[in-house]
């Protein structure tokens, strides 16, 4: 499944890459996301609980960043096992670009899930990621422009 899209948020790209760099606020962001450390620079491993309709698992996986261009753009990519659920994978190539005091963030995500989940329907699964992947990006600009403004 592909996904693709943009936010405006209220705050320089500095301080935006900074926060996309940041594990504390990812891990406030990304829905279901119970731990998510830091391994190296480029490196994370996490613990993400989903619910897509009947099933509900816990994934860990590694995530991994590449092709990274600061302040500008990187590839965000990792794979997470969910014992019996399956597994799921993929990546987003993120590119942030200023305009003005605010920042304009793109992304294009790519997913890939077996297992259980699978069996689910490519319409239920798709509509679960695109609403996880809206919720993560509309939490993250809350999260940076409040940042930004000192509102915390």
Do not use: H
């Amino acid at each position: 499944m592909d996904m693709s899209g943009e936010e405006r948020i209220a705050a320089p790209r500095e301080m935006v890459w900074a926060a996309l760099n940041d594990p504390e606020i990812l891990k406030q962001c990304i829905p279901g996301c119970q731990s998510l450390d830091m391994k190296s620079p480029s490196e994370l491993s996490a613990t993400v609980k989903i619910r897509i309709g009947p099933v509900s698992a816990s994934f860990a996986g590694d995530v991994l960043l590449s092709n990274i261009n600061a302040p500008e753009s990187y590839t965000i990519s990792g794979e997470g096992k969910g014992g019996i659920a399956g597994f799921a994978k993929g990546g987003a190539d993120v590119t942030l670009i200023a305009d003005g005091s605010e920042t304009l963030l793109r992304y294009e995500a790519k997913a890939e899930i077996g297992g259980k989940l699978a069996q689910l329907g490519s319409r239920l699964v798709d509509s679960t990621s695109k609403k996880l992947a809206q919720q993560f990006f509309a939490d993250f600009n809350a999260a940076v422009s409040a940042r930004a403004t000192g509102v915390s």
